[in-house]
């Protein structure tokens, strides 16, 4: 039986990540801090409530005092770090919370696990602590450059993706300076059910439904690779079990897509799904470029597909329905 600690888990990625562990491995237990801002939601887990494998701690990652008393209390034998400030747009209007949480946040943790690492050295032989990034540190590509890799040098363009590649740069120099066993990933642009309206795709699928026009950025020819949220969930758990202390991990989800043909394919869907007299295509409207707007993500996931044998499963076309389908239940159309 193991404890893992998972912070940030009533968010998108992390609460995805506790109900996929938890079901794929019933005898070990987690325990959830999380400050609860805008973008979780406790009623994610709500199916856990009375489980007894499952605890729920509402503080601060920021807060010491906090993180040593769960470290006591609960002794995890993992740490899985996923909280976080993530949305670019809000760290160009309010760069502060990102830098308060995804720096000094890190940091704060990383003290903690250190002392408390050092303390059961000896019990917790296997303890590690897997730093959940995004391949946004790596900055943009352009059409023709290969994907990011393991090695790509960090060139970070928005607040967001400075605050995290500083983090992981923190958790980089506690392997190297203290040999405290940390492990990086960095992952592409997830999907799946939980994730907070503000992210394009449930955004897009919000607009469409409530007859709002859809705002395409620029020329809509910015391309990400869209990774389902389940198959980064499987490739987190396959590095924290064989991932090799002091290594990053690069988790993609080899669909390359630029934002307009995603756009066109929610609508398509929406067509099929939830039909109405007119095309949802006919809501698109582009709108005036954001700040700073990287032109091209992509993830080469060769390592860990290689060294710890993990690849996505789920085909785009399938997990965008999906994804479409469990949002439709969530949000009642007014069309």
């Known amino acids: 039986m193991k404890t893992i600690l998972v912070t940030g888990g009533c968010g998108f990625i992390g609460s995805n990540f506790i109900l996929q562990y938890l079901k794929n491995h019933p005898n070990d237990n987690i325990v959830n801090l999380d400050l609860l801002t805008y973008a979780a939601n406790k009623e994610n887990l709500k199916e856990l409530e009375d489980d007894r494998r499952y605890s729920f701690v509402f503080g601060n990652v920021c807060d010491g005092d906090l993180i040593n008393y769960i470290l006591d209390y609960y002794q995890p034998s993992s740490v899985v770090h996923f909280a976080a400030e993530t949305h670019v747009d809000r760290s160009i209007t309010g760069p502060a919370a990102f830098i308060q949480t995804n720096i000094v946040g890190t940091f704060t943790l990383l003290e903690a696990l250190r002392k408390y690492w050092l303390s059961f050295n000896s019990v917790f032989s296997t303890f590690r602590m897997v730093h959940v990034s995004t391949d946004e540190v790596y900055g943009s590509l352009s059409f023709t450059d290969l994907p990011f890799s393991e090695t790509t040098p960090y060139a970070p363009n928005s607040p967001y993706s400075a605050s995290k590649a500083a983090a992981d740069h923190l958790v980089r120099s506690y392997f190297h300076t203290y040999g405290f066993p940390a492990i990086i990933t960095n992952c592409s642009n997830n999907y799946g ?81 939830k039909p109405t007299i007119f095309k949802y295509k006919d809501q698109i409207e582009f709108v005036t470029d954001r700040a700073g707007h990287d032109l091209r993500y992509a993830i080469d996931s060769t390592k860990i597909q290689n060294e710890l044998g993990w690849k996505p499963q789920q085909s785009f076309d399938s997990g965008l329905e999906k994804t479409i389908e469990w949002y439709l239940k969530q949000w009642p159309s007014v069309v």
């Open 193 to 273: 059910p939980f994730q907070f309206e503000e992210k394009l795709i449930p955004h897009m699928i919000n607009c469409a439904i409530t007859g709002k026009k859809l705002p395409v950025y620029g020329n809509g020819k910015n391309v990400r690779d869209w990774l389902y949220v389940e198959d980064h969930c499987s490739a987190l758990e396959a590095v924290l079990e064989k991932g090799v202390v002091g290594e990053k991990y690069n988790i993609g989800g080899n669909c390359e897509m630029n934002n307009v043909e995603l756009v066109h394919c929610i609508c398509s869907i929406l067509d099929k799904l």
